[in-house]
């Protein structure tokens, strides 16, 4: 670690060019009142320059090209520093919003048979055979509505069993252009409620207000 001494010395420059700031200037002068080696080298330093060739308006112009590149790196470090959080923000954004435009849930009716729901599956795997399906029947959706409400749950009192209104659905995980296909071969299926996707969303706007609502473009019949 440097010591007093040393970091004078490095300031003498500034402080004889008059661009420290107050604190710095004030540092500086009351170290060279009571460090006799610092103030011999502030004192050389204003020897070489008194004589030194260069007339002194030339000097001053060299102080005044040299204040303009300080100030033009400074400009310089806080664009790069834009812009580098502008990337990172993009790639925060657009990872967060490939997740999300992945996914689309397919809400059926009550009335669906086996049969209809293997035939539902078998167009989302035809389209994309690594497609991730999981099916959630009328009681899965029931018990995750319970998980929501969470100590609020009498609000649900009576929807069990033959009382249950919320319908069966499949949450299908793939990739944006997939599902959008899949959406376009199932959107007229009779035995399909709805069609909730994420692809129609506005990426930035997505990523900031996800955290508080998380926006589904809901497609019907």
């Not at 008194?50 to 112009?61: A, L, N, Q, R, W």
């Not at 849930?105 to 999981?134: M, Q």
């Amino acid at each position: 670690m440097k010591n007093e001494c040393d970091i004078v010395q490095d300031l003498l420059f500034s402080y004889k060019d008059g661009c420290l700031k107050q604190g710095s200037k004030e540092f500086v002068e009351k170290h060279l009142k009571k460090c006799d080696e610092c103030a011999k080298v502030y004192s050389e330093m204003n020897n070489e320059e008194e004589k030194s060739d260069i007339p002194k308006d030339e000097i001053d112009y060299l102080k005044k090209i040299k204040k303009k590149m300080k100030k033009k790196t400074k400009i310089i470090i806080a664009i790069s520093v834009i812009l580098i959080i502008f990337i990172i923000l993009n790639i925060a954004v657009f990872i967060n919003y490939d997740k999300y435009i992945s996914e689309m849930t397919i809400f059926l009716e009550d009335s669906i048979t086996d049969e209809e729901r293997a035939e539902i599956e078998n167009i989302i795997k035809g389209t994309d055979k690594n497609a991730e399906i999981t099916y959630k029947s009328k009681e899965d959706a029931l018990n995750n509505m319970k998980e929501r409400f969470q100590d609020k749950t009498e609000l649900l009192a009576g929807y069990e069993g033959e009382n249950n209104i919320f319908p069966a659905y499949y949450e299908v995980n793939s990739n944006k252009k997939a599902i959008e296909e899949i959406e376009a071969k199932l959107i007229n299926n009779e035995k399909i409620k709805s069609i909730n996707t994420r692809t129609d969303e506005n990426p930035y706007v997505f990523f900031f207000f996800s955290k508080i609502y998380v926006p589904l473009t809901e497609k019907n019949k």
